[in-house]
């Protein structure tokens, strides 16, 4: 059952990018939509409008967005740091990887930007 709707959400989503050309930029609000419509994301009316809760996730990437320039090293490391044949590890690694990752990219933008953290 669990693959069905897997399968219907990764249907979805391949209608969406056949429909986009290549020069066009994907709608992270329309992705984190239909990510919302799926049952795996266990949201319900009491969690809020979907709408809203897709707004305000957008916004908070857009703070939280990391720069290009520390990609390729966080990429690099996601291959060779990665326990990727065992869950448990995976998880946790990927965590690590990601966790060492963003506080890169946040302290950048504060030593870019004091004003904004004053």
């Not at 290549?22 to 969690?47: F, H, M, N, V, Y």
């Not at 966080?74 to 990665?82: E, H, K, N, S």
Request: charged fraction near 35%; glycine fraction near 2%; aromatic fraction near 8%.
């Amino acid at each position: 059952m669990m693959q069905q709707r897997e399968n219907k959400c990764s249907v979805q989503l391949r209608k969406i990018l056949k429909e986009t050309k290549a020069s066009e930029r994907l709608s992270i609000k329309s992705l984190i939509l239909l990510a919302l419509d799926s049952t795996e994301s266990g949201w319900c009316e009491e969690d809020g409008d979907k709408e809203e809760l897709a707004q305000r996730a957008v916004e908070i990437l857009l703070v939280y967005s990391p720069k290009m320039l520390y990609l390729p090293l966080y990429m690099l490391r996601l291959a060779t740091d990665v326990e990727w044949e065992e869950e448990e590890k995976c998880f946790e690694t990927f965590r690590r990887e990601t966790a060492h990752y963003y506080p890169t990219v946040l302290d950048a933008d504060i030593k870019d930007d004091r004003k904004r953290h004053r």
